[in-house]
């Protein structure tokens, strides 16, 4: 028999059903012995009563009963052999590496995880960044289509330091997107609470006023004409498609987004992808000091930002730093 423990949820099961993440860490544990432990509370989360579709936050504690040694024992990893091409890649997308974090820039179309149907992801692909030491662990997420700064942890100290500053909001993180439109104000807040409804794309996030509270910073860092804008975003909370589901949501999706944006979002003369880019993360490292990471922007955007003149020189929310 194991002993009570304390499992801490990481960044990357954000929204992780309660079922599933058991699922995910320990596979011979039954679905009916499950709710038995949380239905007579010997399974709780941050020291409460669960169920068993209950969406997990970072951070939080999972208290985990005495289990028999079959059901404790952990899903084994296997890690399928890294094409070189995508090594190659991947390597290359190095943008920060001290001896406990990397950050890389995640190109679009790259799944983090997998799923459903997914078979090339980033987690699958992490054997690549070992260099001689552990294999990086995920502590955050981007969409699939999302390209940018992607922070990894190198050792166990760091994934902890990181989800605990990901959950504590100690991160900043600015993302670039070309909107349609032009915001009517210049500089603002969207604060919408979200949660999953059924879409004509399938599920997917929407508002609600009994959903998750989010919020969403936005700063007009440039504008063509009145039908693009240029935004630096910057999400105060870290709910699933938050930034899409926002601009959609007043009146400006992002450039290429037709799951929320709709066939308006798709521009003719610009490439049919998301324009959307996490910029910049701003963080402490273990060492107490702080950084930034800044990505460049991948080849669709870039190529949008050339044909409207678009001066890279801006970063966003200068004024109301300043």
Request: glycine content about 10%; aromatic content about 6%; charged content about 25%.
């Amino acid at each position: 028999m194991s002993d009570v423990e304390l499992k801490t949820v990481h960044a990357d099961e954000a929204d992780l059903r309660l079922d599933r993440w058991f699922k995910r860490h320990y596979p011979a544990l039954p679905f009916g012995r499950l709710a038995k432990l949380l239905r007579t509370g010997q399974v709780r989360v941050n020291g409460r009563r669960a169920a068993p579709g209950d969406r997990l936050e970072p951070g939080a504690e999972i208290r985990i009963p005495p289990l028999d040694a079959e059901a404790a024992a952990p899903k084994p990893r296997v890690h399928t052999p890294v094409r070189p091409e995508d090594a190659a890649a991947l390597r290359a997308a190095i943008l920060y590496r001290d001896d406990h974090i990397l950050a890389i820039n995640k190109w679009p179309g790259l799944a983090v995880q997998g799923g459903s149907g997914t078979h090339t992801h980033l987690d699958g692909m992490l054997d690549a960044l070992k260099a001689g030491g552990e294999r990086p662990r995920l502590v955050h997420r981007l969409d699939r289509d999302t390209s940018g700064v992607l922070l990894l942890a190198r050792t166990q100290k760091a994934a902890s330091h990181l989800t605990r500053a990901f959950r504590d909001g100690e991160v900043e993180k600015t993302y670039w997107a070309l909107v349609l439109g032009v915001p009517a104000i210049k500089q603002g807040e969207v604060d919408m609470p979200l949660s999953k409804i059924k879409g004509p794309h399938g599920e997917q996030m929407g508002h609600s006023e009994q959903g998750q509270a989010a919020k969403t910073l936005y700063d007009t860092i440039e504008v063509a004409g009145q039908r693009l804008a240029w935004l630096a975003l910057r999400p105060v909370t870290g709910r699933t498609h938050q930034l899409r589901v926002h601009m959609a949501g007043i009146g400006h999706p992002i450039l290429g987004d037709r799951k929320y944006g709709g066939p308006d979002a798709m521009v003719e003369g610009f490439e049919k992808r998301l324009h959307l880019h996490a910029r910049s993360l701003s963080f402490r490292a273990l060492d107490g000091k702080a950084r930034e990471v800044k990505a460049p922007l991948p080849s669709h955007m870039q190529a949008s930002w050339d044909f409207l003149e678009l001066d890279q020189s801006r970063e966003g929310f200068e004024d109301a730093q300043g």
